[in-house]
Nanobody
Framework: QVQLVESGGGLVQAGGSLRLSCAAS????????MSWFRQTPGKEREFVAA????????DYADSVQGRFIISRDNVKNTVYLQMNSLGPEDTAVYYC?????????????????????WGQGTQVTVSS
């Protein structure tokens, strides 16, 4: 069973930055595709970013492209989301997710149903 624990959320002013972390166990995490999704009240969860285990393949939602950066440390079993130039529209609960695949799905990495494990989420609030 894979467990995912997010941290790093909080309150930040518009234009600021935050870095989210997602610690995973067990060590098989190192071969999974890892992603971040987010959700605001009354809306469906939406894809933010994904990275495969090789770290050579990534995908980003158009809304965060150029502002957010996903990265991972397979030794520390941790995936990160560096969020820059934050705006109120980025306010959401951010979830970490793991897909038990070693194959990069391409645009399919954005499909919520591909993911097998989810964290509990961390709140990010951006004030204007």
């Amino acid at each position: 069973q894979v467990q995912l624990v997010e941290s790093g959320g909080g309150l930040v002013q518009a234009g600021g930055s935050l870095r989210l972390s997602c610690a995973a166990s067990p060590r098989t995490f190192s071969i999974y595709t890892m992603s971040w999704f987010r959700q605001t009240p009354g809306k469906e969860r939406e894809f933010v970013a994904a990275m495969d285990w090789t770290r050579r393949n990534t995908d980003y939602a158009d809304s965060v492209q150029g502002r957010f950066i996903i990265s991972r440390d397979n030794v520390k079993n941790t995936v990160y989301l560096q969020m820059n130039s934050l705006g109120p529209e980025d306010t959401a609960v951010y979830y970490c997710a793991a897909d038990r695949t070693t194959t990069w799905r391409g645009s399919g990495a954005a499909r919520e149903y591909e993911y097998d494990y989810w964290g509990q989420g961390t709140q990010v609030t951006v004030s204007s």
